[in-house]
Structures are given as structure tokens and as C-alpha cells.
């Protein structure tokens, strides 16, 4: 049998669609719309095998439309906005665009050497003003119906670097890259009110028969409705009430305390008078912080071909503190691919392996060694 030239052979026929705009789609009357969307992959440099997997899948899906006599749309895209550019942008000290489109660039090349069935001529990037123009233009129709609102929420706050934190990027209290103690902070945002859907969305989750039943159900808890009663307790000697909601009424009898949010209006007021209370608030994120943190499972791939003897992967990934298991997908001289769970968030595990000599790329899921 004639040994498979992938490179001739795919270049060939990859030109030969190319030319035919076999890919191209235009309206037909005579064939049955059929539309294929994968989530749009953020860009972060290079393509990893987790990408090669999941578009593979949707081009699957795609050609066996095709075969079957239907008109299929079949588009890509880039997610590109958002706070990984602004990072990214941080730690290689270019501009965000520039280091996107750099990547987009890159990714592109790497999507149609792989002989997807894109019609390119549909491509779009979110962190495109033509793109985000209709997403602001949307915004406004929500707003102008009564289905945005704003309203203020307390946000982790880097004074040094002066912009709103993700949990995830609170490390000890402190701001995962300049290190300042990090600012509990009553800011305003705007919120969806997705919440006046609930029931119907609740409701419409028994027509999905095809769903596999967890999934249906985490999508329930998720809507989050609950049926219970709101009950007012009145204060000694005050005029205030607190309002109460509970799922089981019946149980208020064997009720022992109340326990108010740190933001409550009746705990600033005892903030005030109280120095041990003030300063029970004050360090209250830093709880909220710890109980954020939560089980992780990261697939990696941690690279030594720049090492002249072999590495017992096994033994650095046991001194990595916060890894609770791994398992060796694969292995050989140069790198290993392996799947871990771990307790705590990205940052928290790119600090764990650096103590261990091990450099976390977040962005393309990878480990290098630094020694």
C-alpha cells in the first residue's frame, strides 16, 4: 500500500474546495436549511488538541449534511473580547488588538490547514466594532423595554492597578498580579433581568426531549426558582422589620437566629457602633473568597525537550500542593499529557507548580519547566 501523503494530498483537494467555493453558501430553494455552530474559540495563540476534538465533531455533523442533499451553514468565529486580551496584552507588553488579531491570524491558518468546511466569507470577531456595534444596538432594545437595569454590587477592587477582579484572580487577598491588598467596593453595574423569563424557561425545559436528564436538571437549578413565603421579623424596640424568605414555613417555630449579609443596612448601622462587628465585615470578602475556590479538573501538557536527561513526571506533580489526583494520558521523551483535579483556581495552580519549578501557561494549557 502507497504510504498517505497528508501534505500533498490534502493541500490538493483543500485548494480544489477552495476554488469551488464548495463552502460558499448561497440560498436555495429546492434544499432544506441545515445550520452548524461550534463555540467560537478564544485566541489565544495556537490551537490545541481539546480544538482539534470539538471542530472536528461540528465538521463532522457538518458533511454528513452536505451528503445528505442539505444547504449548510457552517461559519466560524473568534470570542476576542474580553479580560484574557487585556492580561495577555499585560505580560507580553503589546497592544490588546495587536496581540489579538496576531493570534486570530495564527489560529486561522491553523483551522484551514485542518480542511474544516467554514465559509470563511461569514467570519466575524466579537472584539470587532462591526460585530459589538449590534451587541450595544441590542443592549439599548433591552434597555428601552425595562429588561436591563442598574444597580450597585459589591466587586473586589485593585487599588494599584485600579480595575474590578474576578475571584479568581484574588489570591490571598490580595491582587494576583500587583499584589495590593484587594478593596471590597460598592460599584454599579448593569444587570439582565433575566429573572422575568424563569417561568417560561422552567417550563420549556420538559420540550427538550433529546436532553439528557442531569443536564436538565442542573439547567433547573440554575433558573433557581424557588416557591416559599416572605416573612417580616419586627426588631426590639424598632419600627424596622427584617424580611425574611423561607421554603418551609412550617419549620419558623424551631427558629433560633436570623443571620444578616455584611451589606445588610442593619449591619452597617451596628458597623458603627461596634469595633468587633467592623471588623468582622471588613475581612468578610476574604471568606467569600476561600469559599469560592472549588474542585478543577485542566487537562496540560507539560513539555521537558529541553532537558538532556529523562523527567519523572510523577515526582513534580506529587510536590504540586493543591493537586488532589492526576492521571497520565499520555507520555514519551519530550512531554506528557496529563489530567489533573485540583482544589483552587488557575492562578492559585500556576503559583503551586511554579513552586515546584513548573511554568503554567494559562493560556494554551501548558507546562513548561524552568529549570
Known amino acids: 500500500m502507497e504510504k498517505y501523503n497528508f501534505k500533498q494530498i490534502e493541500e490538493k483537494w483543500q ?37 482539534v476534538r470539538n471542530y472536528t465533531l461540528g465538521d463532522v455533523i457538518a458533511r454528513f ?28 507588553n503589546v497592544h490588546p488588538k495587536e496581540w489579538t488579531l496576531k493570534n486570530i491570524n495564527t489560529m486561522k491558518a491553523q483551522l484551514k490547514k485542518m480542511g474544516f468546511s467554514y465559509d470563511w466569507n461569514r467570519e466575524l470577531s466579537t472584539s470587532d466594532k462591526n460585530y459589538y456595534y449590534h451587541e450595544q444596538k441590542i443592549f439599548l432594545e433591552f434597555y428601552k423595554k425595562g429588561l436591563v437595569y442598574k444597580k450597585s454590587t459589591h466587586v473586589n477592587w485593585d487599588p494599584v492597578e485600579e480595575c474590578v477582579l474576578a475571584n479568581e484572580q484574588v489570591i490571598d487577598g490580595k491582587g494576583w498580579r500587583s499584589g495590593a491588598n484587594v478593596e471590597k467596593k460598592l460599584m454599579p ?39 416559599g413565603l416572605r416573612i417580616n421579623f419586627s426588631l426590639d424596640n424598632k419600627e424596622k422589620n427584617i424580611e425574611v424568605f423561607t421554603t418551609r414555613p412550617d419549620t419558623l417555630f424551631g427558629a433560633s437566629f436570623i443571620a444578616l449579609a455584611s451589606e445588610h443596612p442593619i449591619s452597617k448601622e451596628y458597623t458603627k457602633k461596634n469595633k468587633e462587628v467592623e471588623n468582622f465585615v471588613k475581612n468578610q470578602w ?86
Do not use: C
Not at 24 to 38: F, G
Not at 192 to 211: C, G, M, N, P, V
Open 15 to 51: 485548494n480544489e474546495w477552495k476554488s469551488k467555493k464548495l463552502f460558499k453558501v448561497k440560498p436555495k430553494k429546492n434544499k432544506k436549511k441545515y445550520y452548524v455552530l461550534e463555540m467560537f474559540p478564544y485566541p489565544s495563540g495556537k490551537l490545541h488538541m481539546g480544538h
Open 189 to 227: 453595574q448593569w444587570f439582565l433581568k433575566i429573572t422575568k423569563y424563569a417561568q417560561d424557561l422552567e417550563q420549556s425545559l420538559k420540550d427538550l426531549k433529546f436532553w439528557p436528564e442531569q443536564v436538565k436538571t442542573m439547567q433547573k437549578n440554575w433558573i433557581g426558582k424557588s416557591k
Open 65 to 92: 449534511k452536505y451528503s445528505n442533499g442539505f444547504n449548510v451553514l457552517h461559519p466560524m468565529g473568534w470570542d476576542s473580547f474580553g479580560l484574557p486580551a487585556e492580561n495577555a496584552a499585560r505580560e507580553n
Open 286 to 371: 476574604k471568606v467569600q473568597n476561600v469559599l469560592s475556590t472549588i474542585k478543577n479538573s485542566i487537562k496540560l501538557t507539560v513539555n521537558y525537550n529541553n532537558l538532556k536527561e529523562w523527567v519523572d513526571i510523577r515526582s513534580l506533580i506529587n510536590n504540586v500542593s493543591i493537586i488532589d489526583k492526576y492521571k497520565i494520558v499520555n507520555i514519551s521523551k519530550n512531554f506528557a499529557v496529563i489530567s489533573i483535579s485540583f482544589s483552587g483556581n488557575y492562578n492559585q495552580l500556576r503559583i503551586a507548580l511554579k513552586q515546584s519549578d513548573l511554568e503554567f501557561d494559562i493560556h494554551n494549557r501548558k507546562v513548561n519547566l524552568l529549570k
